[in-house]
């Protein structure tokens, strides 16, 4: 679906928005990263998806839980 959409001045940069409809289709968020590139005089914006692989390789044994640090408040079995 094409639309027409204008550009305006936000402080130094550039901004536009997107419609709605567009915005739910492809399931985006406020907070959701996009990724904008610049190919064949046309920008290109891309919602930018983490692979999961990418989060785990971020786990570390100083920052992985530890389930013995953790209390029973409930009547949870440990």
């Not at 739910?24 to 920008?43: C, M, P, V, W």
């Not at 290109?44 to 839980?65: F, G, M, Q, W, Y």
């Amino acid at each position: 679906m094409v639309m027409e959409i204008q550009a305006k001045k936000w402080g130094h940069s550039w901004a536009v928005r997107l419609p709605s409809l567009w915005v739910k289709t492809i399931g985006l968020h406020e907070g959701s990263r996009l990724e904008i590139d610049f190919q064949n005089a046309a920008l290109v914006i891309r919602k930018k998806d983490t692979p999961l692989e990418a989060l785990l390789a971020k786990i570390t044994s100083e920052n992985r839980h530890n389930c013995e640090d953790s209390v029973a408040i409930g009547k949870e079995v440990w």
